[in-house]
C-alpha cells in the first residue's frame, strides 16, 4: 500500500467543492445513490449488448443504504460493474474526471444510454459530512477486489481486498458534531429514508434498508384476569424505500387522472384535488417528460414575498431542484408540478441550471402548454374556471402589468371582469363580440367594488347609448387595461375620463357653445375650489346626476387611490381632478342664482359639489367638519 496524492488542481477543486459548490450538506447521499445508480446502469446495459459475456438478470440488481452509529458510519453498496485498479485512479483519484461520461462516449449508441452522473465530482460530495471514505470495489468479470481510502485532500491509499461478489460498497465516517452541524442526524433510519424519498425516490433500481419496526406481540404470559399480555417487540425488515418508477414517466392509459390527484395532494400537501392536470412527453431538442397541475386554492401566502414558484426540477429521476423558478413564467406561479429531463445542462454540483437555450426551450412550452389549458377549461369547464379565475385572476392580471406588458398577449383572452349588462364576469373576446357595430370603445369604470361601479353617475351616458360597461374593482384591473390600451382594436375608455367619444360633432358644437356661455359661472367655481381640481367644466356623461368628479391624464382617481394606499413617505401620486357639473341640474340652477345674487353663498355651493362628487367617487373629504357646517348653512 502506498500513499498517493490528488493532483495540485484536483485538490484545489476538492477544497473549493467542499465550501463552496454545494449549498446543502444533505445532498451526499443523492450523489453517492446516483453514482451507484450508474454503476448498475453500464452493468445492465452490458448484460442487454453482450448477454453472452454479462450474464446479470435485471431482477437482481439493487442499491443497499446502511448505517453504524457506533462506528459513525453510512454505507451505500450496489452490485453494478464495479472498477478495477485502473478505474480508481482515473476515477477517485482525479476530481473531475466522469467515469459515466466516458462510457457513453465510447457506446456506439451512446445517446441511448441514459447516465446520471457525468461530471465526475459527485463523489466526492462524500467529504461534505465525512472525514474518511473508504470504498471496496470489484468489477465485474476479475477476481481482484481493491479499498481505495482517503481523509480528504491530503491524498489516497489504494490496496487489494477481499470481496465477495462485483460491485461497490462505499463507507462514509461522519465527522464529529459541532456547534454549525450535527452530523449524527444522518445515523438515523428516519432522516435517510427522508433523504432517500426526497432526491432519489425515482431513481430506477429498487434502494434497500433494514428498517427497524415495533409490533405489539403476545408475551405468551397472561396478566390477573387471565388475558394475554402483549408487549412492544423491535424488529429488522429489509425494505426497498424507494418508488423507482414515477407517476410523470408512466403512460396515460396507466396512470389516470385521479392517481395523478393523488399524487399531487401527497407530493405538495394539498387538501384539495388541482382542477387539472397536465402532462407533457416532449422529444426533440430538448426531450423532458412534466406533470403539472392547476391548484384549486391559492396557499395563504401566494400573493406575497413569502411564498416561493417554482416546479420540481428531476433529471432522470434524481431531484436536481425543489422550485426551480426558470422553468415558469410568473404569471403562472401558481402551477405546480415536476419536470425530468436527461438533457438539461446542470452546473457541477447539479444544483443550479445553466442559462441556456436547452432550459429556454422548455420554459416557452410549458408557457403555451399552461395557456392551452386555461383555454380549454375556459371553453369546455366554464364552472370550473371560474373557480380557478377566483383564486389566481388576479395574477394573471399582475402578469399583463408586470414587465411593461410583454406577457399581455399570452393572457389578455383569459383575463374577466364583470359585465354592467350580463351582470356575471365575461372575457374581452365576450364583451367585444357583443358589442354593437357603432360602439367606438370598449367602456369601464373602475371602483373599490363592483356595486360602487355601476353606481358611477359616469355610467350614465354610456349605457343610455345601448352599451355595456366593464365594472373594475381590483387594484390591478386598471392597470391591466391601461397596459393592454385597446383590444381587438378597440380602444379601452374609462368613463370617468375626459373623451368618451359619444358626441356627434353637432353635439359637441353645442357644448363648447354652452360653455362659452357660462364661461364666468365655471371660472368662478375654479377659483373657489383653488388646487383642488385642474379644472371645471359642464359635463357631457350626466343625465339625471348634477355632479361628478373625473381626471384628465394618465393617472385616473382609482390609481391615485392605489397609490395612496401604499405605506411609506414618498411623495403621493395625484390625479389631475376636474369638477363636471350637470347644466341641466337644479343644483346648477341653484348655483348661477347664487352666483348672481350672493357670492359667498355661491362659492359654499361650489365646495359642496366639489365635495359631494368626491364621496361619489369614492375619495376623502379634506375638510369633513367644514363640509358639515356649509350644508347646514344652507338651512339658514
Known sequence: MSKRQFKAE??????????????????FLREIVSNSSDAIDKL???SMTKP??????REDLRIKVSYDKDARTVTVEDNGIGMDKEDLENNLGVIAHSGSLDF?????????VDIIGQFGVGFYSAFLVSDEVTVYTKKYGTDQAYRWRSKGADGYTIDECEMDGWG?????????????????DYLDQYRLQELIRKYSDYVR???HMDVEKEDLVETGETDEDGKPKKDWVTSVEDEVVNSMVPIWQKPKSEATDEECFKFYKEKFRDWEDPMSVIRINAEGAVSYKAMLFIPKVAPYNFYSREFEPGLQLYSSGVMIMEKCKDLLPDCFRFVRGVVDSPDLSLNISREMLQHDRQLATIRANIEKKVKAELERMLKDERDKYLE??????LQLKYGIVEDYGMKADLLKDLIMFHSLREDKLVTLREYRDAMPEDQPKIYFAAAESVARAKQLPQTEMVSSKGYDILLLSEDADEFALRTLREYDKKEFCDVAGKDLGLETDEERKESEERAEAEKDVLAFVKEALGDAVSDVRLSSKLKSHAVCLTADGDISLEMEKYFSSIPGDQERIKAKRVLEINADHPAYAALKKAYDEDKEKAKDLAVIMYDQAALIAGMPVDDILGYSDRVFKLFG
Open 104 to 112: 457513453k462516449r465510447e457506446m456506439e449508441q451512446g445517446k441511448d
Open 52 to 57: 453472452d459475456e454479462v450474464k446479470v438478470a
Open 168 to 184: 461497490t460498497r462505499v463507507v462514509m465516517h461522519l465527522r464529529p458534531d459541532d456547534d454549525n452541524e450535527r452530523y449524527s
Open 44 to 46: 445492465h446495459y452490458l
Open 10 to 27: 484536483s485538490k484545489q477543486l476538492l477544497d473549493l467543492m467542499i465550501n463552496s459548490i454545494y449549498t446543502h450538506r444533505e445532498i
Open 388 to 393: 380557478f379565475y377566483k383564486s389566481f385572476g
Open 205 to 207: 433500481w429498487p434502494i
